[in-house]
């Protein structure tokens, strides 16, 4: 699996921004993909993951409300639109794909950095 993640960019606090992850290699039936992200000094944290075949997202508690994960099926795509931004956004983030059953993310994004200024 091959992941392209995209859309970052330097916004100011309130304003919007869609990230993109570009998924190539195999077929997403079995899937789940998730967003993650990692800010300078911490650690990475899990944002959202969505079930491919379902549709089925899941949030933390830092994002709910504001972010929502999406995925275009016939263009192998993930999506993460973010609005509201804050300035504690401010991280690279990353996308992921597992399989469905599993825990574990096996392939990673390289990360598009999101820079929120206040």
């Known amino acids: 699996v091959q992941l392209q993640a995209s859309g970052g960019g330097l916004v100011q606090a309130g304003d919007s921004l869609r990230l993109s992850c570009a998924a190539s290699g195999r077929t997403f039936s079995s899937a789940a993909m998730g967003w993650f992200r990692q800010a300078p000094g911490k650690e990475r944290e899990f944002v959202a993951s969505i079930i491919w075949s379902t549709g089925s997202a899941t949030y933390s508690d830092s994002v709910k409300g504001r972010f929502t994960i999406s995925r275009d099926d016939a263009k192998n795509t993930l999506h993460l639109q973010m609005n509201s931004l804050k300035p504690e956004d401010t991280a690279i983030y990353y996308c992921?794909?597992?399989?469905?059953?599993?825990?574990?993310?096996?392939?990673w994004g390289q990360g598009t950095l999101v820079t929120v200024s206040s």
């Open positions: 992921a794909h597992r399989q469905y059953y599993s825990v574990a993310y096996n392939y």
